[in-house]
């Protein structure tokens, strides 16, 4: 699998999708954080500012209730007790909101209650020198003493100011590089996290225009597969449709409406509707089937029913129907059916014609009876009265007269010879086909055994490979034997003794021309050679043809069935035979037997 096609796989992309999502929720949240950390060291930064300044405002306030104070003193105008006053209750408004902004510094509190200590205090000797002022004259001693103490405290207050500025200053340096960091960091985040989203949607872009790139693909080849799908259907003569278990819901193609002489979608495809088609004598069939299905009691169905088309017609329908289940359990019924008017009506055909067959069968079995008694029987008179005929009798005969009865017994031999021939070809047609596994070669020893006459006679030499164990009809291979080894020692040549060679080998299938099988399958071929007469090549295919002959009756005996026979055996075991040969050299029959 190429990379591309890797990272682009349906698993990949899931998990990529969810690692995405993770990372920028995760991203996210550290902006979040570190904005709202950001925000809290810009809070913590003015608030350094803020007590900063409100000391600095508490300061102001103490001086001019001094101003106020000393200006009363010495002018003992009301009006300078003005500002003396309003200082009383503004430092209280300052302390106050001093402890709001230092309510969660604990050092801070106990500055500021140190602080609100002093400036009452030093309110009390503003109060104590204006009281020696309104009893009598100022002595000057006490009023510098007083003046000094004030002072002082004044100082003091100036102290624990600045003691507190300077707290506030070292809190103000941490928040301050605090500040700094996190306003250098929340940006990169925030680049961070907007590349990444980027990059998110460029993967996103890329995959989803993929997809529909696939999409539009999909659905050019999925309207050239409707398309064909249609056009099939009415070619065939099918059609297809579909059952949904979960709605009930039916949904029929075009071309069963056409199969029922209607148009496309001229009525609701439901079971009530499609059953009104079916024959009487097939509806409770159908139905009982269709409940069996509803109830998830077939899985596969097949169904063999006929319908009546709006035109009146009778046709033959074949239902095939499987049950499938999605992933969630949701079960669908999808079905063929197939119009099979036409194979019914063949089928019919077949039936009478191997009804014909069965009755020609009969007949020939009839005449296999006639002709192996009826016929046979006054054949038997024949060469029996001949048979009867004394020396003396035929001493008494006229030259003609013995040439006449000579006939007779040679035409009467044939007779009974083209009777036992026709009655072998028939047998080796009809007989039953009980395959058992035999060794060849004992086969062939009962046929040369069978044949031990002609083979002194003729002085043949047969030279035999070891022939294998087949599972064969043995007689019918042992005839064939017997045919094969007897044409070879009938047309052999006069002057040299016949020799006969049997060779054996194994092949496969796709060796033998003429087979259209399976091409690995393993086939013997056995091969029958002689020195004879041979034969004219031109007549390789119509020699095993029945009653043909390649010389007169007075040449060679016979009657042109022997090959015929041969041919049929061979055929009876899935096999094949040919003969090849020349004039004056030989000729070779070739058999092939499936393993």
């Not at 070879?488 to 003429?514: A, G, M, R």
Request: aromatic share 10%; charged share 25%; net charge neutral.
């Amino acid at each position: 699998m190429k990379f591309k096609d890797l990272f682009f796989s349906k698993a990949v992309l899931k998990s990529l999708f969810v690692i995405f999502i993770f990372l920028l929720l995760f991203i996210s949240s550290i902006t979040y954080k570190n904005t709202l950390n950001l925000s809290n060291s810009t809070n913590w930064v003015m608030h350094s500012y803020k007590v900063h300044l409100e000391l600095d405002h508490l300061l102001i306030i103490l001086k001019d209730g001094e101003t106020g104070q000393r200006g009363f003193l010495l002018t003992h105008d009301t009006i300078y007790l003005k500002p003396y006053k309003e200082a009383k209750l503004k430092v209280k408004n300052s302390l106050a909101a001093l402890k709001k902004l230092s309510s969660d510094n604990a050092i801070q509190t106990k500055n500021i209650d140190k602080l609100a200590e002093l400036t009452e205090l030093r309110f009390g000797y503003l109060r104590y020198s204006m009281y020696q002022d309104s009893i009598g004259p100022i002595n000057k001693t006490n009023f510098r003493a007083s003046l000094d103490t004030g002072r002082l405290i004044m100082d003091s207050i100036r102290d624990q100011s600045n003691k507190m500025v300077q707290l506030e200053e070292l809190y103000l340096a941490k928040r301050s590089d605090d500040y700094k960091n996190k306003l250098f960091v929340t940006p990169l985040l925030i680049l961070f996290i907007s590349l990444f989203s980027l990059i998110v949607f460029i993967v996103s872009y890329i995959k989803i225009n993929k997809d529909l790139l696939i999409l539009e693909k999909s659905n050019k080849r999925l309207i050239i597969t409707n398309e064909s799908s249609t056009h099939a259907e009415k070619i065939a003569d099918f059609c297809t449709w579909i059952w949904d278990l979960e709605t009930r819901k039916l949904t029929y193609s075009d071309n069963l409406y056409r199969l029922l002489g209607c148009k496309p979608q001229s009525f609701e495809a439901t079971r009530e509707n499609f059953i009104n088609f079916i024959h009487p004598e097939d509806k409770q069939k159908i139905e009982n089937d269709g409940t069996k299905v509803l109830k998830g009691k077939e899985e596969a169905l097949i169904q063999f029913f006929r319908i009546i088309r709006t035109d009146g017609q009778l046709r033959y329908f074949k239902s095939i129907a499987k049950t499938i289940s999605d992933h969630r359990g949701h079960k669908t019924v999808i079905g063929i059916i197939n119009d099979i008017t036409d194979q019914h009506n063949a089928n019919i055909a077949i039936e009478q014609r191997n009804f014909e067959l069965e009755q020609t069968n009969t007949e020939l079995e009839s005449f296999n009876h006639v002709a192996s008694h009826d016929l046979q029987e006054p054949l038997r008179k024949i060469q029996t009265f001949i048979s009867r005929i004394s020396p003396q009798d035929l001493d008494s005969m006229s030259e003609t007269g013995k040439e006449y009865i000579a006939k007779i017994q040679l035409a009467a031999t044939r007779m009974r010879t083209l009777i036992d021939d026709l009655l072998l070809f028939s047998r080796s047609n009809k007989s039953d086909k009980v395959f058992i596994e035999t060794d060849l070669n004992e086969l062939l020893l009962n046929a040369q055994q069978e044949l031990a006459v002609n083979i002194q006679e003729k002085h043949a030499v047969i030279n035999a490979d070891e022939l294998p164990v087949l599972n064969v009809i043995p007689y019918q291979i042992q005839q064939l034997f017997i045919n094969l080894i007897n044409n070879s020692l009938k047309y052999s040549k006069t002057d040299v003794n016949p020799v006969i060679t049997i060779h054996c080998e194994k092949i496969l299938v796709s060796q033998i021309s003429s087979f259209k099988t399976n091409p690995d399958k393993e086939y013997y071929k056995i091969s029958i050679s002689d020195n004879g007469m041979g034969f004219d090549p031109q007549f390789s295919e119509s020699i095993f043809t029945l009653f043909k002959r390649l010389h007169t009756t007075s040449d060679f005996p016979g009657t042109g069935i022997g090959l015929a026979i041969c041919k049929r055996i061979v055929e009876n075991h899935m096999g094949a035979i040919k003969a090849d040969g020349k004039l004056g050299i030989g000729a070779t029959f070739t058999i092939f037997l499936p393993q």
